[in-house]
């Protein structure tokens, strides 16, 4: 990286920072000098001094801001899994134990198996994007914060 930036004359830290999951508060750049543990958040993670990163670890799997990014997963995968695992087994059963209601023509030579099994693609992508979409917009600023917090927490503890 410092070969890049020496070439192209400039230093690292005049590069502006084009990330998305940059947050200049949870990284403490965007705080006062006095401010508040963890950004003045009520479910932050408590910055106590702890002496391994065994502890750090489960400090921050305890804190209530963990718990409520572990529900907010929990929440969305576990009905989306039952539900696409019911649909994906309705249509095998179907298929093997009501073979003439699956070879119904739809269209042409297009028949009900085939419209269904479609539909078993479709449902993947719809779901891949759902949980996309739930994550970037119930859990991942969340988590993101909780990353930072536990990063903050760790440095300078010597590992074992």
């Known amino acids: 990286m410092e070969q890049v930036d020496e070439?192209?004359?400039?230093?690292?830290?005049?590069?502006?920072?084009?990330d998305p999951w940059y947050d200049a508060t949870a990284s403490g750049r965007g705080e006062e000098a006095g401010g508040a543990p963890g950004g003045g958040r009520p479910d932050a993670v408590p910055r106590q001094r702890v002496h391994s990163t065994a502890e750090?670890?489960?400090?921050?799997?305890?804190?209530?801001?963990?718990?409520?990014?572990?529900?907010?997963?929990r929440r969305f995968v576990f009905p989306a899994t039952l539900a696409f695992l019911l649909w994906y087994l309705a249509y095998v059963v179907a298929a093997t134990a009501a073979?003439?209601?699956m070879a119904r023509p739809?269209?042409?030579?297009v028949n009900v198996a085939m419209v269904a099994g479609l539909g078993q693609f479709l449902t993947t992508f719809l779901l891949t994007w759902a949980y996309a979409r739930h994550a970037r917009l119930r859990r991942d600023r969340a988590a993101l914060e909780l990353r930072w917090d536990t990063q903050e927490m760790t440095r300078g503890v010597v590992q074992p």
């Open 7 to 18: 070439q192209e004359g400039r230093d690292a830290s005049a590069m502006a920072v084009d």
């Open 56 to 73: 750090i670890y489960l400090e921050v799997q305890r804190s209530p801001a963990f718990q409520e990014v572990r529900g907010r997963y």
């Open 99 to 101: 073979p003439g209601l």
């Open 106 to 109: 739809v269209a042409g030579a």
